[in-house]
C-alpha cells in the first residue's frame, strides 16, 4: 500500500464558491496546493470519509486530467471507499448528476468552468454536488468556504498518474477506482424520457435537417451517441463534435453570438429546421427554429405547456420554477395548469430542494438553462431531447410552436444585458446606492416610466427554511414591464453587471416585434435609476441576450 503523506499548507484567500462552484483563472488554480486545499476543504466539510463513494469527471478542459488524479490521490489518502471516473476524465455536468443518482454515490467532484473558456490562460473551476446529483446548497458551499479558511494539512499519496482512458476497474492505496463510459447511463436516462422511435422517425425523415453545436466542448460524445448513434440523424449533424481542451479556442457558450456557424445555418436561403448548441459542461441549451431564435425563457415555458407530450411527464407536472430574473411567460403556463410556480433566486443549487421535496418537475433559468427532476442538473442535450418531442408529436415546425404560445399565453418579452470587464468597487457601490434606496424609489419618475414597486429580492427556502438575501433589485414600472440588478457570480476577472429586462404583451398585433425595441424604454429607465453610464463609464452593454 501506498504512503499516505500529509502536506503542511496555508489558506488561500477568496477560495469561496460563487454562484456554481469554485471558478478562477488556470494560473490560480495549478499553483502549488491550491486545487489541493480545495479538496481537502470539501472533505473535511464532508467529515469522515472512510467508505464513502464519489463519482469524478469534468468537461475535458485544461487540466481536466491532472486536476482527477490529484483529487484521486488525496481520495485514496483520506479513506474514500470508491471513485467512479468518467473515461478519459469526462462528465457532462448532467451526465454526473444521472451518474450519481444512479449508482447512489455520496457525491461527486466535477470540474469545469462551464461556458467560460478553457486553456492555460483561461478559466478552471470545481463544483461539488450532494447525494442527490444537484449542486451543493448555499450551507454545504459556506461550510466548504470555512474549512479553507483554517486549512492547515492536506493528504495525499505519494504514487503516479493512472491510467483514465481504459474502462475498468483498478486500486489506489486501498480505494477502489472503477472507470466507466461516461455516456452510455446519461443515454439510457435520455431513452427512458423521450419517445426515441418517434424521435428517430423524425430525425431520419430526409426532410427534416437539424444541427447541434457541440463548441469543441463535452457534449460532442454524448450528442453523437445520441443524435446519430442511436436516433439514427445523418451523420455531420453535430458539428464541433470532438472536444478539446481550449474548446478550439471559442467560448463554449451557446448564444448567437459565440455559436456562429450554427447560427448561419439557421438563417440564409436553406435554413435548417432545427438548431441547438450546448456549452463547456453540457448543462446549457440554446435551441432555435428556422430563421427564429428561441429565448430560453420562452422555451421554458413552451417545455412546461407542452409537457403532456412526453412520455416521461405525461401524467402530469408537480409545478414548475424559474430563477427570479427570468420572464414570468412560466407563471403563466402555471396559472393556466394550475400548478404552483416557485421564484428563486439565480443558480441552480436552489433547485434542488423543491425536486427533492417532490415540489417541482420542470425549472429553469434565463440563462440558457432548462431542467427537470430527471437529475439535479440543468440539461442541455435533455431540452434538445424535449423539443424534438414536442416538434414530432404536434408536426409543428419549432417556430409555428413558439409563435402559438405568445398566442394564447401572451408574450414576455425578454433581454439580458451584460456589462463585463467592470471595476468592481464601482459597481459594487452602485449596486449597493441602488440597495440602499430601493424602498425610496417607489412614486419616483425614469425616463418615461414610473416606478410601482421595487425590493432586493430575499428568498426563503419552503423546504428547509434557509434564508438567501441579496439576491437582486428589481423594479417594476407602471406598464408592467420589470428590470432586475445583480451582479455576475460566476466570473474569473473584475464585475460583471447584469441588467434584466422584462415585459408582457397580449396584443395579437404586438407580439412578433423587436425585443430591443420593446424594451428600450425600460432599458432606459433602468440604466437611469442605477446610474450605470455614471459609475461604470459604459454606455453599452458588452453582450445583449
Ligand atoms: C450565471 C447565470 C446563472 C447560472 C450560472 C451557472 O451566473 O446567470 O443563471 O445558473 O451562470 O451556469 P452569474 O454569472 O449570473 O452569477
Ligand atoms: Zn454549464
Given at each position: 500500500m ?16 460563487g ?7 488556470v ?5 502549488p ?14 467529515g469522515?470519509?472512510?467508505g464513502?463513494r ?10 481536466n486530467r ?11 489518502a ?5 471513485l467512479?471516473?468518467g ?8 451526465a ?5 443518482r444512479k449508482y ?7 470540474l ?16 461539488f454536488?450532494?447525494a442527490?446529483?444537484g449542486?451543493a ?10 474549512q ?28 477502489e477506482?472503477e ?7 446519461y443515454a439510457?436516462?435520455m431513452a ?9 422517425q ?5 426532410r427534416f ?6 463548441m469543441?466542448a ?5 450528442a453523437?451517441?445520441?443524435?446519430e ?6 451523420p455531420g449533424t453535430v458539428?464541433?463534435?470532438a472536444?478539446d481542451?481550449?474548446?478550439g479556442g ?14 448561419d445555418?439557421m438563417n ?7 438548431g441547438?448548441?450546448?456549452d ?5 441549451n ?5 430563421g427564429?431564435y428561441i429565448?430560453?425563457c420562452?422555451s421554458l ?5 407542452n ?6 411527464y ?21 396559472q ?6 416557485y421564484?428563486?433566486?439565480v443558480?441552480w443549487k ?8 417532490d415540489?417541482?418537475?420542470i ?6 438553462g432548462?431542467g ?8 442541455g ?5 424535449f423539443?424534438?418531442n414536442?416538434?414530432?408529436?404536434s408536426?409543428?415546425p ?9 398566442q ?6 425578454f433581454?439580458?444585458h451584460?456589462f ?5 468597487g464601482?459597481t ?24 410601482q ?7 426563503t427556502d419552503?423546504v428547509?427554511?434557509?434564508?438567501s438575501?441579496?439576491?437582486?433589485v ?5 406598464d408592467?414591464?420589470?428590470a ?11 464585475a460583471t453587471?447584469?441588467l434584466?429586462?422584462?415585459k408582457?404583451?397580449?396584443d395579437?398585433?404586438?407580439l412578433g ?8 424604454q425600460t432599458?432606459?429607465a433602468?440604466?437611469e ?12 452593454p458588452d453582450?445583449?441576450t
Amino acid at each position: 500500500m501506498s504512503a499516505i503523506k500529509t502536506i503542511d499548507t496555508n489558506p488561500f484567500a477568496g477560495q469561496k464558491p460563487g454562484t456554481s462552484g469554485l471558478r478562477k483563472k488556470v494560473a490560480e488554480f495549478t499553483q502549488p496546493h491550491y486545487l489541493e486545499n480545495f479538496v481537502q476543504a470539501i472533505f473535511n466539510m464532508l467529515g469522515d470519509c472512510r467508505g464513502k463513494r464519489l463519482a469524478v469527471g469534468g468537461d475535458g478542459r485544461y487540466y481536466n486530467r491532472e486536476a482527477i488524479q490529484i483529487i484521486a490521490r488525496m481520495a485514496a489518502a483520506n479513506g474514500f471507499g470508491k471513485l467512479l471516473i468518467g473515461r478519459g476524465g469526462i462528465f457532462s455536468t448532467p451526465a454526473m448528476s444521472c451518474v450519481i443518482r444512479k449508482y447512489g454515490t455520496d457525491g461527486g467532484i466535477i470540474l469545469s468552468a462551464s461556458h467560460n473558456p478553457g486553456g492555460p490562460n483561461a478559466d478552471f473551476g470545481v463544483k461539488f454536488n450532494g447525494a442527490n446529483g444537484g449542486p451543493a446548497p448555499e450551507a454545504v458551499t459556506e461550510a466548504i468556504y470555512r474549512q479553507t479558511l483554517s486549512i492547515e494539512q492536506y493528504l495525499t499519496l505519494d504514487t503516479g498518474d493512472m491510467d483514465l482512458d481504459r474502462v475498468g476497474r483498478c486500486e489506489l492505496g486501498g480505494m477502489e477506482i472503477e472507470i466507466i463510459d461516461p455516456v452510455t447511463d446519461y443515454a439510457d436516462l435520455m431513452a427512458s424520457i423521450f419517445d426515441f422511435e418517434k424521435i428517430s422517425q423524425l430525425l431520419t425523415n430526409r426532410r427534416f435537417h437539424m444541427c447541434f453545436d457541440a463548441m469543441h466542448a463535452v457534449t460532442g460524445p454524448y450528442a453523437k451517441a445520441i443524435l446519430e448513434e442511436r436516433l439514427g440523424a445523418e451523420p455531420g449533424t453535430v458539428i464541433n463534435g470532438a472536444p478539446d481542451e481550449s474548446f478550439g479556442g471559442g467560448h463554449p457558450d451557446p448564444n448567437l453570438v459565440h455559436a456562429r456557424e450554427l447560427v448561419d445555418r439557421m438563417n440564409g436561403d436553406a435554413p435548417l429546421a432545427f438548431g441547438a448548441a450546448s456549452d463547456g459542461d453540457g448543462d446549457r441549451n440554446m435551441v432555435l427554429g428556422s430563421g427564429f431564435y428561441i429565448n430560453p425563457c420562452d422555451s421554458l415555458a413552451v417545455l412546461a405547456a407542452n409537457a403532456g407530450l412526453v412520455p416521461a411527464y405525461h401524467e402530469s407536472l408537480a409545478g414548475v420554477a424559474r430563477s427570479m430574473p427570468t420572464s414570468r411567460a412560466l407563471d403563466r403556463v402555471a396559472q393556466f395548469l394550475e400548478i404552483p410556480c416557485y421564484e428563486t433566486p439565480v443558480g441552480w443549487k436552489f433547485f434542488g430542494n423543491l425536486m427533492d421535496a417532490d415540489k417541482i418537475t420542470i425549472c429553469g433559468e434565463e440563462s440558457f438553462g432548462t431542467g427537470s427532476n430527471h437529475v439535479r442538473e440543468k440539461d442541455g442535450l435533455w431540452a434538445v431531447l424535449f423539443w424534438l418531442n414536442i416538434i414530432v408529436e404536434s408536426r409543428k415546425p419549432a417556430r409555428s410552436i413558439v409563435r402559438e404560445h405568445w398566442q394564447r399565453f401572451g408574450r414576455d418579452y425578454f433581454t439580458r444585458h451584460d456589462f463585463e470587464g467592470l471595476d468592481a468597487g464601482r459597481t459594487g457601490e452602485m449596486i449597493g446606492r441602488l440597495r440602499d434606496r430601493v424602498s425610496g424609489l417607489v412614486g419616483r419618475q425614469a425616463g418615461e416610466l414610473s416606478i410601482q414597486a421595487a425590493d432586493d429580492f430575499a428568498y426563503t427556502d419552503p423546504v428547509d427554511g434557509g434564508v438567501s438575501e441579496e439576491q437582486g433589485v428589481r423594479i417594476f414600472f407602471n406598464d408592467g414591464s420589470r428590470a432586475v440588478f445583480r451582479l455576475s457570480g460566476t466570473g474569473t476577472a473584475n464585475a460583471t453587471l447584469r441588467l434584466y429586462c422584462d415585459k408582457y404583451e397580449t396584443d395579437p398585433a404586438l407580439l412578433g416585434l423587436d425585443t430591443q425595441r420593446m424594451l428600450a424604454q425600460t432599458l432606459q429607465a433602468a440604466g437611469e435609476v442605477a446610474g450605470i453610464a455614471e459609475f461604470t463609464g459604459r454606455t453599452a452593454p458588452d453582450v445583449i441576450t
